[in-house]
């Protein structure tokens, strides 16, 4: 369980010639076999792919016929709503099939397109108007004609025509009198945005808002549409525009009942507010007689507001503008004009071709019933089959490029490609264990990299392995055995990293000779360790990066990117001379055999007294030791009383002067045996002088009695 060595032994026994001959007569059996079945296939492909060939005609005919039955199939879908929704059915129903792809032909749009635009005017207006299939023809013709004037939207001219009705309050109770004034109001509406400025969605809008106020003020359609246009161009467009002649009519309307102080400025202002009231009189001619108004702007605005006094401004000072507007558009067939010029382009005209060969569509569909979805499900059928032949036509290549395989051949290739194989493997598991990683180009880098990692995975994870139950083992047991798992385990773990190492160092080399790649690994390795030598050698580069990271940080928290990179660049830059500045304290401490502390008290001192340590030191010789008391020589306090006068320490006397006249022998013999100078003299002078004065001092306070 615990050994050292792992080792993995194959052997190979056996005649090789033999063994050869015996896969060669069983690749000649196989080759056979091969060849046989490839027969088969080939025989199976060829029926397989007329069967293709008869799917894909099929499908084709799928195809076409779905296309030619399209159009039948929307118009049925359409036609099944209608009904749905009106109730018509049988010959009624038929009869709108009829009309909408009459209007398909006749307009270019598709039929199922009309029926749609059917259910809108069945939708908006009134479900009767199924029951009058001519009404509902007609209709259907007004919403085709006015959707060429709107890019062929058959939807929006739809909603522009119902919302005029509606907000007029057109009676559907007589569906063609009803169509009668559709097509009117259609006329109307093309010819105002042809004079004026604002399109048929704008008047959509507009109507939404007025137009129900327009009817109960006695205002008719083509004034009120005039009042739209001149509002356009004052800048109230659409909505807006109807909201404000909404509001003025609503005004003009209250005769009587406005404020009293409003009726008391009117009547002042020579206005009859009965004339204002009276309905038989065009809104025009209502309008008319507040133009005092625009002399008297507090009135004006006293009087309709100040969110209407624009709007009442501009109709009141354009009354000739609405009459001119209202006789331009009235009595007119401006949207059926409009129509037939855009039904002459190229596109129109292409339509309407279009549209005929879709009603013949429409016409076989009706024949043909559900022929159609009986195809469709057919072919549905054969699709998964035709799909599944070019794989069994693959499989069939792929036998026949096995049968022109000379697998004999190629025997002799691969014993030899195994042999050197095998010399390669014995090669480079020799540099992996002994850790010399020579260069083998990139392919060979490669495959020792890999081997690397394999025997890293076997031998090194095993090693680590048994190297950590030897310790488990040497932690409970004691003595010499506890010594023998342990020296175990050191080996295992030694061992583990060895083969770590080694598989790192493989990689590594085959990473490195990959073309291109090992150059660009090479440069960012270089100018990671530039970058590292500038951060840890250069002050301001550091403070820069510092301040940077600090900026980067500060913007994801959201505070201030230009607070935190000074606050760290001046915070790096201070940290940086502090370091040195006790890197330097403590040389010169060591220098003069101080402590670090000793020596920044001394420095503060010499600086207070204006010279350097060196001067300090030699003037204040107890200075080193902090002695401020002459008795106290190593921190030991001397006595100064009691104490007999030939017993006194010398050295305290010394230092004191003592109380009588002392004579003091100190011998120097070798103090200084050999001094060696670099350099010119004048350049060590200094040095010179405080190495004596350190020496000195130290004699000098080791002097004992003689």
Known sequence: MFGNVLTFTINVNGDANNTVTQIEQSIDSLTKSVGNTSSHLSKMGEHLLKFN?????????????????????????????????????????????????DSARAFGVDAAQSVEGYKLILSQLSPEIAKVPEALKGMGENIATLSKTMGGNTTAAAEVLTTAMNQFGVSTEDPIRATEIMTRMMNVMAAAAKEGSAELPQIKQALEQAGMAAKGANVSFEETNAAIQVLDKAGKKGAEGGVALRNIMAIIGKGRFLPQDTLDGLQAAGISVEELGNKNLTLSQRLSLLKP???????????????????????????????????????????????????????????RIKAVFDDMKISLFNITGDMGIWTGVLMQSLIPLAQIIPL?????????LIKSIEFTKYIGYMSNALKWARLNL???????????????????NVVRATLAIGRFATVGIWSAIKGLGALIVSLITGGATSATFAAISSGAFATFAASARVACAAVSKAIFSIPIIGWIALAIAGIAALFIFLYKKVDTFRAVMNGIGAAIKALFKGESASEAYNNAYVKT??????????EADKEEAERRGMSVEEYRRVKKEAEGAGVTVDEYLMKNPTARYGLSDPTIIGGTTMPTEGVPEPVQNNATAAATGGTRNTQITISFESLVENMNFNGKFSESIEQLKGEIEGALTKVIFAAQTL
């Open 573 to 582: 830059l201070d940290e940086t001379a502090r370091k040195r500045s006790e």
């Open 53 to 101: 060939q008869f799917t894909q005609y099929i499908q084709n005919f799928s195809s076409a016929i779905d296309g030619a039955l399209q159009p039948g199939i929307a118009l049925n879908a359409s036609l099944s709503d209608l009904q749905s929704i009106t109730g018509v059915s049988g010959k009624g129903l038929k009869e709108i099939e009829q009309y909408a792809r």
């Open 293 to 351: 108004l625009l002399n008297d702007t507090a009135l004006l605005s006293k009087t309709f507001g100040m969110e209407n006094q624009n709007a009442a401004i501009a109709l009141i000072s354009q009354t000739q503008e609405v009459d001119r507007y209202t006789n331009a558009i009235q009595g007119t067939n401006a949207a059926t004009e409009q129509a037939a010029v855009v039904m002459e382009n190229y596109r129109e005209r292409q339509a």
């Open 426 to 444: 014995v090669y480079m598991n020799n540099d992996l264990i002994t850790g010399q990683l020579v260069h083998l180009g990139f392919i060979g």
């Open 392 to 400: 069994i036509s693959g499989v069939a290549s792929g036998f026949k």
